[in-house]
């Protein structure tokens, strides 16, 4: 599935591949089910690649048709580390004929938690092809601002949570100010997520430039 983003004048800018799991039996179950079992093994670098490939063959295909996408995918620490990640996404790449300039990797701050100067390699030779790297979930965490300055990033996602209670609850609101400055500081594009009433949106543009996605503007859907 995919959910737009769109800027502050409405204009479309991208959107967020998020995997759905069709079951035969329970239906469609969602990430939150099966993502966090997936990510105790394995079993979430085949779950990632197969979703990074989706979103390589659809970029590559509406690139074709004529209406370049630009997506941006989550990825999961794991995967990251796999030994051989940076090869094989440049090879999924040119085999599928994605613009690298189109895919924004969504990653969290637990990538950081070993190894950071590998990490911060690793992202260097992604960023070179013109990959984007974005800091999901931003403020939920540790939200160390030293991961911001030395981690190459274009883009904070701020997490929902702050957004939908910013319009009427004052520490979050102050969050949400604080990300926007710090964003701006560091020259940082930012993405706000969980939009969903027109105040939250209002919020958002009486402070700052932002790219919204919530369901606002789109649920996430099936790509097609
Ligand atoms: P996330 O990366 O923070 O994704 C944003 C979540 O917010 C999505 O939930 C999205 O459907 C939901 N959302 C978007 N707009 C709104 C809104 O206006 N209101 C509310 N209440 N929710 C909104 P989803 O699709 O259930 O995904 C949950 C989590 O599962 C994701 O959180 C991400 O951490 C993980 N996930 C999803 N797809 C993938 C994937 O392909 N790979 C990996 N590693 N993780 C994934
Ligand atoms: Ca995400
Ligand atoms: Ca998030």
Redesign the pocket.
């Known amino acids: 599935?995919i959910?737009p983003q769109l800027d502050a004048q409405g204009k479309l800018t991208g959107s967020?591949?998020?995997?759905?799991w069709r079951h035969p039996v329970r239906g469609l179950i969602?990430?939150?089910v099966f993502?966090p079992v997936?990510?105790e093994s394995d079993l979430?670098v085949d779950?990632?690649a197969w979703?990074l490939a989706e979103a390589c063959q659809l970029m590559a295909r509406e690139d074709m048709a004529g209406h370049p996408l630009r997506l941006s995918?989550?990825?999961?620490p794991r995967?990251f580390r796999q030994k051989n990640f940076v090869p094989w996404l440049r090879n999924l790449l040119s085999a599928t004929g994605a613009d690298p300039t189109h895919l924004t990797l969504?990653v969290?701050e637990g990538l950081m938690i070993d190894n950071p100067n590998e990490v911060v390699d690793k992202m260097s030779e992604l960023t070179a092809i013109g990959i984007h790297f974005s800091l999901?979930?931003f403020g939920t965490g540790y939200s160390s601002l030293a991961y911001i300055k030395r981690l190459p990033i274009h883009e904070l996602?701020i997490?929902?949570t702050f957004v939908?209670d910013a319009p009427t609850d004052p520490d979050d609101a102050a969050l949400v100010e604080t990300i926007l400055a710090v964003a701006q500081h560091m020259h940082l594009k930012v993405v706000a997520?969980?939009?969903?009433t027109e105040e939250q949106a209002a919020f958002l543009n009486a402070r700052a430039s932002v790219i919204h996605?919530?369901?606002?503007y789109g649920?996430?859907e099936p790509a097609e």
């Open positions: 599935y959910q967020e591949a998020l995997v759905r969602p990430p939150s993502v997936a990510e979430i779950l990632g979703v995918a989550n990825l999961s995967h969504e969290t999901d979930d996602k997490d929902k939908q997520e969980g939009v969903e996605q919530g369901y606002l649920r996430p």
